[in-house]
T-cell receptor
Framework: GAVVSQHPSWVICKSGTSVKIECRSL??????MFWYRQFPKQSLMLMAT?????????EQGVEKDKFLINHASLTLSTLTVTSAHPEDSSFYIC?????????????FGPGTRLTVL | EDQVTQSPEALRLQEGESSSLNCSYT??????LFWYRQDPGKGPEFLFT???AGEEKEKERLKATLTKKESFLHITAPKPEDSATYLC??????????FGSGTQLTVLP
């Protein structure tokens, strides 16, 4: 139980294009989803927190107009990187928390490797 | 500000050589301490949650313990497949996870 999927697992795009990453909770309803970014050999940095049906809360320094987050249902959240540039290349990971998990536990997706040329 | 420090940064063990990873934390109102395992190019895999000092959890060769200031992840008789980065995270009143930088474990056959 508590499985989270992400799609795509990797994506390569040209500078200036937009990329959408999907995060799904497969066997539970995720009331809260989180988006993280991870650079090589570094730990996870929280980008934003989203609750179903509400606007996402972004961490300091994260551009909300560049990283659009939508959490329209209890099983799906999307992250859209708009007008991507090479510096946006990174490993993006989502996690989810919901009623079937214990109150504070988060389960992570497998991650999406974004490369911007 | 919540802080999590993991040590050592990297650890190389021979197969069967038991050891411990440390996670020291400073938080205001700990709601939970979490251990994750992360393989290269993958998302973190949930291992344990500890909620209060004195609590212990076990899973196969891993055992996690918690005090008021730190947590240990004990690895007994590790195997090469235990090689991974082990992440510690804490959750305080803000309900967001604060991660440590991880310990990269390599178990040599």
């Amino acid at each position: 139980g508590a499985v989270v999927s992400q799609h795509p697992s990797w994506v390569i795009c040209k500078s200036g294009t937009s990329v959408k990453i999907e995060c799904r909770s497969l066997d539970f309803q995720a009331t809260t989803m989180f988006w993280y970014r991870q650079f090589p050999k570094q730990s996870l940095m929280l980008m934003a927190t989203s609750n179903e049906g509400s606007k996402a809360t972004y961490e300091q320094g994260v551009e909300k107009d560049k990283f659009l987050i939508n959490h329209a249902s209890l099983t799906l959240s999307t992250l859209t990187v708009t007008s991507a540039h090479p510096e946006d290349s990174s490993f993006y990971i989502c996690s989810a928390r919901g009623q079937v998990t214990r109150a504070n536990e988060q389960f992570f997706g497998p991650g999406t490797r974004l490369t911007v040329l | 500000e919540d802080q999590v420090t993991q040590s050592p940064e990297a650890l190389r063990l021979q197969e069967g050589e038991s050891s411990s990873l440390n996670c020291s934390y400073t938080v205001s109102g700990l709601r939970g301490l979490f251990w994750y395992r992360q393989d290269p190019g993958k998302g973190p895999e949930f291992l344990f949650t500890l909620y209060s000092a004195g609590e212990e959890k076990e899973k196969e060769r891993l055992k996690a313990t918690l005090t008021k200031k730190e947590s240990f992840l004990h690895i007994t008789a590790p195997k090469p497949e235990d090689s991974a980065t082990y992440l510690c995270a804490v959750q305080a009143s803000a309900r967001q996870l604060t991660f440590g930088s991880g310990t990269q474990l390599t178990v040599l056959p």
